[in-house]
């Protein structure tokens, strides 16, 4: 967000509402709408969490915990076939900020502007950051370069379905160590 331009907190959404949706949470559901008036402005307008805040005076989240935002590190940028851009968990600062917060949380963005969030049980899709999504054909594999995590295959419709890597045969998916020594797929 450039400096310059000041913030103007906007008229649809009241301090009470903020407040209700400024806390990160996890889904209840697989997947679990949870696309709100504010966590929408936050998407919208890229506002990291101590902007956001400030913004809608709320508490300090030395007490209250990390503010929701949008304004991610590790975050997977996916487009698909439609236009809409797919926007997979990520990370906001490092643990010693009080708004650290890993997400697992999938955002997509339709290319006419609008907006759907949807969360996750951690159980099914846990948090993740600086991680691979790879669209092949109806589904996104999402992956991390952690030796030993497991990789998940999204389905257009937002469902998440664990593939634990014990499950691929052997001659399916084999991995080899970049020069960075990071972990790359290779199917033969």
């Known amino acids: 967000m450039d400096d310059s331009t000041e913030l103007v907190k906007p008229d649809n959404i009241t301090r009470e509402e903020f407040l209700q949706w400024r806390s990160p949470r996890q889904g209840k559901t697989n997947p679990q709408r949870m696309t709100n008036a504010v966590w929408e402005y936050l998407v919208k307008n890229r506002l990291d969490a101590y902007t956001a805040n400030a913004l809608f005076d709320g508490p300090s989240s030395l007490d209250a915990g990390p503010c929701w935002c949008f304004d991610r590190f590790g975050q997977s940028e996916t487009l698909l076939p439609d236009g809409t851009t797919l926007f997979i968990g990520g990370e906001h600062e490092d643990f010693y900020d009080p708004d650290f917060y890993i997400y697992n949380d999938v955002i997509l963005i ?3 502007g609008g ?4 969360g996750y049980p951690a159980d099914i899709f846990p948090p993740t950051d600086f991680h691979s999504a790879t669209l092949a054909g109806n589904v996104i594999f999402i992956g991390s370069y952690h030796p ?3 990789v998940y ?3 257009l419709d937002g469902r998440v379905f664990p593939l634990p890597a014990e499950t691929f045969p052997p001659a399916t998916l084999k991995t080899f160590l970049t020069k960075s020594g ?3 797929a290779v199917c033969p």
Not at 115 to 118: A, H, P, S, T
């Open 110 to 112: 339709d290319k006419n």
């Open 182 to 184: 990071d972990e790359t």
């Open 148 to 150: 030993g995590q497991t």
């Open 153 to 155: 295959a999204a389905a």
């Open 115 to 118: 907006i759907e969030i949807l």
